[in-house]
């Protein structure tokens, strides 16, 4: 904890479903009363169901709870950073489901979350209802705003028009993009990107969704070949760690901007390694906020319209870290980390 600048680790096990989650807290905000008390104190951040292993599970709670603390500073949110992990060492049956929502529950208000990589909204709806403190949730089952995924893809969409006027010169419509994952995410960004005009390469690990993609004009590739395509923009959309320095040496785009988190294994010298090839890297963190940015919507009781609207800080956001950047002749990654982690 000492070694990453963690606030809190929870660890969590149900005798009963053999339920195992480990939460890491990376920032608790500085909220107090008239008498100096700390008051109305709570963290953010999605519940994710991967890694077999408590080391594996530990590590990506730790890193991704300190990408959700960045996050609530790009969209100048009062909250903290946090992660749980479920261990997927389990099926999901309703009873598991069910002791996950009992977890989250236990946590009185504290943690708020999201459904994350490995759940569904199905999953969700049955977590929901063991728990208060979850959002992003079903439209018609429980009243909620639904996936995140187009509202994260929006906000990266509207990033890279910047992006590719920026530092290719030329109109997003006129690039190549490859796109890693077709998940939630992925997906909607490839159809976006599409329909602007941009010729989109994808890769998936499931054949379904590689179909459904197909049937849009997106051309698919082998997952084992997504990464090493010749393109303008490679946005990553799925694992984090995935841009490190076995890839970086394959690598053939220009630009890195994507909707994974944790896209560099080693965040600062991974950067370094992308700038000797002349890769630009597009902080993740600021990308793909767009998620968080729905469920802070949610809770004031607005619609995805209001959402998507709101991506615009995103942008913002960005422009101000390349602005900053220049001024103070960094890279963006450093840019990034100095505007927006722990204040």
Known sequence: MEKEGVREIRFHFNPKTKLKAILAIDFIPNKRDEKGKLKDISVDGGTRFSHKTEEDALKDAVRLARAMTRKTNVLNAKEGGAKAVVLSTNKKTK?????IGDFIQIQGGFFKTAIDLGFNLNDAHIIHTKTDYIDSLDSHLDNGLGSTGETTAQGIASSLKIVSKKFLK???KLCTIAIQGLGAVGMNLAFKLKK???VVIASDIKKELCNTAKKKG??????NKILYQKVDILSPCA???IINKNTIKKLRCKIVAGGANNQLENELKDEKRLLKRKIIFIPDFILNSGGFLQALVERKGGNLNEAAKETKIISLQLVKTINYAKKNNCTLLEAAIKLFDKK
């Open 95 to 99: 009873k598991f489901l069910e002791s």
């Open 239 to 241: 694992f984090g760690g």
């Open 170 to 172: 030329k109109e997003l």
């Open 196 to 198: 602007i005009g941009c």
């Open 218 to 223: 997106i051309i698919i590739v082998n997952p």
